[in-house]
């Protein structure tokens, strides 16, 4: 006797029967003449083409990431779903990862990309118990594997998701409760080994709910101990497993928490330092995360790079008069020019890369707008890279910087620079020399020669 199928089922049926999760848009092709109205086509990002030397691809490292773009649904704070993908049939199943998965891929190849990032649970759906989750977490990563090797796309990163389900509401490795944090350890474990199998370049620690609300119930040191011990066990397991990837922090001020302890890229450094642990981190930088922080857009990027820490970062932006995190595609052509002479100067950003962290607008409910919100983001980016190589090249602008501290390349200042000078040969100088007249610092010369390039 037959039955009536279900309305999953038709779903079901109905997705296998189609060849492509994004029908009538092909690979995305370079045109730089496009008109305006144009808007699968990429008009300043060629991957081949080369810039001091490197192809665009090497310098930029262009990933995208599962989470917003193949989890998101259009929420915000304030309001549920928008966004409903054809591919989707509105379980949490295995059956349904994968699909989403192919879906995925199918996006990566047409959109010319060669990485993608993840964290865990986007990936697979938990179990009633850790080890059905990880049986879940197992078949999806099989698969993906598959589907790196089809289409020749590499995991820049994974990280583990530490912070949405309830267990979490205190922290992972910060919580109260060291049940909890044996639950996170364990998570990252499976991690890692994830990691090690797809060949993640790099892997991440997003600390969203290691942090405080109040510190009437918060005991801060022994948090932070806990933290530090806690990567340590992440260091033994990644040494013991033979995983070579990168290991970064992200850091972010606030939100979910009140406040977080790798609040910017400065304190997560003074965190480093503080527990030994600088020589195996690097940072993850997100500029709508810096901002946050009350920075400049570039403010964390050039601060790691300084002190050789700057790994990798998360390609986005925000708006600052929201007050919270929007992850919005980045568009400003300046803060892509001011981060990729960063890259530049410090001689690239492997095995990190630009890895869009962003989500399209609640109202962009269309497939096409997910393509026309990654190809705007990498033109943007490649513009900023074309920029910053000829500020570089040009030299005007480096030139203007050295003059303002060339007091520092001999006499007092550079016996003061090398630690060698003292106090009293600094009163002896003033007395001899008298009151100093500082030059101007010429701010809005810098911000006009920097105009030019744009």
Known sequence: MSQTPTKRQKVITQIAKEEEFFP????????????????????????????????????????????????GVGSDPFGTGTIKRH??????????????????????????????????????????????????????????????????????????????????????????????????????????????????????????????????????????????????MVIAYKEKIGYKGQLLIEPKAKEPTRHQYDYDAQTVMAFLHQYNLTKHFKLNIEPNHTTLAGHPYEHDVVFASAYGLLGSIDANTGSPDLGWDTDQFPMDVRSCTMVMKTVIDQGGIAPGGLNFDAKVRRESTELKDLFI??????????????????????GVMAKALNTRYLSWNSGLGARIAGGEASLEECEKEILERGEPTPASGHQEHFEAMLNHYL
């Open 373 to 394: 919100a990654h190809i705007a983001a990498m033109d943007t980016f490649a513009r900023g890279l074309k920029n910053a190589a000829n500020i570089i090249s040009e």
């Open 87 to 232: 591919w989707e049939d509105g379980t949490d199943s295995v059956e349904n990862a994968k699909r989403r998965l192919r879906a995925a891929f199918e996006f990566f190849s047409k959109l010319g990309n060669k990485y993608w990032t993840f964290h865990d649970r986007d990936l697979a759906p938990e179990g009633r118990t850790l080890a059905e989750t990880n049986a879940n977490l197992d078949q999806v990563v099989a698969l993906a594997a598959e589907l790196q090797k089809t289409h020749g796309i590499k995991l820049l990163w994974a990280t583990c998701n530490l912070f949405v389900h309830p267990r979490y509401m205190h922290g992972a490795a910060t919580s109260c409760d060291a049940h909890v944090t044996t639950y996170a350890a364990a998570q990252v474990k499976k991690g890692l080994e994830v990691a090690k199998k797809l060949g993640a370049e790099n892997f991440v620690f997003w600390g969203g709910r290691e942090g405080y609300h109040s510190l009437l119930n918060t005991d801060v040191r022994a948090e932070l101990d806990h933290l530090a011990a806690f990567y340590k």
């Open 24 to 71: 009538g848009i092909g690979r995305i092709q370079y045109k730089p003449d496009a008109g305006a109205s144009e808007a699968l086509v990429f008009r300043h990002y060629q991957a081949e083409e080369e810039v001091l030397g490197r192809t665009m691809q090497d310098w930029l490292r262009f990933s995208v990431c599962y989470w917003h773009s193949f989890r």
